[in-house]
């Protein structure tokens, strides 16, 4: 039987210094716009995307990876998080972690059990607990469509959390210009679906990953001849393409990929 290569190579995008990851075996992609720190990955070279980094945050990174570094011929398992947010191991679920033992705990090392798979993302969020509050300030254009969204969490989905945090109609748009194969798909899973992988991240194989990054730059970049750069500030849009390409993921490595979900965790970092 051929045995499967199961070496890990992990990077975190992060536009801040990471102290506490350096001495792992972590790769660090700097997206920041001051200095990086040594030995941190820049990805303003070669074939990049480095310009639109305030609109597309941690997939800066990945475009920059995906144009210079992606080598198809390894059979490694890539993968990518971002700052904050780490892949842990099982046995660390439940477990305080935090800036000073978060070595004993973030994922170094593919599992036996990933052999099965084609690709790791994060376990889901839920999005369908939504305040009464928050749905009346910032849903009521939805709830005027769809009234029942107020009292039926099962209504209260992807698509009516897009509306509300990230710009009304928004989602909506983009999808009529992804690929006509995904098109009715990916609009039916955000209309039904509550929960999602969140945060741009994922493990794969090379061969995966190229399919990936064709996917959600090729529709990224329609999707800026829609929307452009101008009229986006803030929280709401500002990530407009990288919120767009978080909800993507969820559905793409779902249909494509015979996926397996693993645990993650969130750490407020010190700035220095």
Request: contains cysteine.
């Amino acid at each position: 039987m051929e045995k499967k290569n199961n070496n890990l190579e992990l990077y975190c995008v992060t536009n801040k210094r990471l102290i506490f990851l350096e001495k792992t075996s972590y790769k660090l992609g700097w997206v920041g716009l001051h200095k990086a720190p040594d030995n941190y990955i820049k990805c303003d070279s070669g074939k990049n995307i480095f310009f639109k980094e305030k609109f597309y945050s941690e997939l800066t990174f990945h475009y920059w990876y995906w144009k210079n570094k992606l080598d198809l011929n390894d059979q490694n398992w890539i993968g990518f998080c971002q700052k904050r947010r780490y892949w842990i191991k099982k046995d660390s679920i439940g477990k305080s972690i935090n800036e000073t033992n978060i070595s004993q705990h973030i994922l170094t090392k593919a599992p036996e059990e990933w052999n099965e798979y084609d690709a790791i993302i994060c376990e889901p969020i839920y999005v369908n607990k939504v305040k009464k509050m928050k749905m009346l300030k910032r849903g009521f254009r939805s709830l005027l469509q769809q009234p029942e969204i107020f009292f039926n969490e099962d209504r209260q989905t992807i698509l009516f959390h897009f509306d509300m945090h990230h710009g009304f109609g928004n989602l909506k748009k983009a999808i009529q210009l992804v690929n006509p194969e995904d098109r009715d798909e990916f609009f039916n899973y955000v209309n039904i679906s509550t929960s999602y992988n969140p945060h741009i991240m994922f493990i794969a194989k090379p061969s995966v990953a190229n399919r990936w990054f064709e996917a959600v730059f090729s529709w990224l970049f329609k999707c800026e001849e829609l929307f452009g750069f101008e009229n986006l500030k803030g929280y709401d849009t500002q990530r407009l393409y990288a919120y767009l390409a978080e909800r993507y993921l969820s559905f793409w490595f779902n249909k494509y990929t015979k996926t397996k979900t693993w645990p993650w965790i969130l750490i407020d970092h010190k700035r220095i």
